[in-house]
């Protein structure tokens, strides 16, 4: 069984070695302001951890711009338009798949980010509902405004385009299959120091940061008691360093 003890010796090798990782948030499904995200806010600010929301356009409500402009610690990213599965029922779910027309795809994608100008200043990011677009996308992304691209899993060399960064994230309390309840201690702590391992051999890009990604409307208090201990033990860690979206997808160089 993996232990929250294993985790911090795997951070004790980065420390041990003069090295610091990188950590990342990034929260799913924002569409106006309810209890659950004012939990995640409060840790947010408790922690001094900035935190990445993936707002659905089509679907935000006014009072969710409202309630972020006292937010500093938030960065909104553009979560598809309306998260809408266009795929066959007998393939993974898609609101940005090659079941579709570039086109039609890139026309949402605009008409998200005009759904967005309420929010003021963003990150120019692209989440892609459940974490799947077509690659087809991707070359004309950056004359849409879009800067950066944000699925799920370590990043490739080869799954992007020019003038498009790409920073994922590699770490999911929720077990999807299982009654999407939390996927307890030694699953989820065996996703963060396999993936951390694999960063500090270079198996995967050792450069970016590691991202959590949340969903804060479907968390149950395991889930929540998860974070708040992942943020305990990362925040009084040398060698961890919490950044901000920008900051990860280096917009503030």
């Known amino acids: 069984m993996t232990s929250w003890q294993d985790l911090k010796a795997e951070l004790d090798l980065w420390a041990d070695e003069g090295r610091r990782t990188e950590f990342w948030w990034r929260d799913d499904d924002a569409s106006r302001p309810e209890a659950a995200l004012e939990r995640l806010l409060s840790l947010a600010v408790s922690y001094e ?18 309630c972020l402009r006292d937010a500093p610690q938030v960065e909104v990213l553009q979560h598809g338009l309306g998260h809408i599965n266009h795929a066959p029922p007998d393939e993974k779910k898609q609101e940005f798949g090659p079941h579709r027309s570039p086109k039609s795809m890139l026309g949402d994608v605009l008409e998200g980010a005009r759904l967005l100008v309420p929010f003021g200043s963003r990150c120019a990011v692209f989440v892609p509902p459940w974490n799947r677009i077509d ?3 991707l070359p004309v992304l950056p004359a849409l405004g879009l800067r950066g691209i ?26 999807w299959r299982g009654g999407r309840g939390y996927a307890g201690d030694s699953a989820v702590l065996a996703q963060i120091i396999r993936h951390l391992e694999h960063k ?9 940061p590691a991202g959590l990604l949340t ?12 974070i708040t201990r992942l943020l305990d033990l990362t925040c009084s860690h040398e060698a961890v360093k919490w950044r901000s979206a920008s900051q990860s997808f280096g917009f503030d160089k």
Not at 166 to 175: A, E, L, Q, S
């Open 150 to 175: 944000s699925t799920f899993g370590p990043r490739g060399t080869d799954d992007t385009a020019p003038g498009l960064c790409r920073v994922n994230t590699h770490i999911d309390p929720v077990n």
């Open 200 to 208: 500090r051999n270079a198996i995967v890009d050792a450069d970016e």
């Open 215 to 226: 969903h804060h409307l479907v968390h149950d208090e395991a889930c929540w008691s998860f």
């Open 135 to 137: 690659a087809r996308l």
């Open 49 to 66: 951890i900035p935190v990445a929301l993936a707002v659905i356009p089509q679907k935000a409500e006014p009072e969710l711009a409202a």
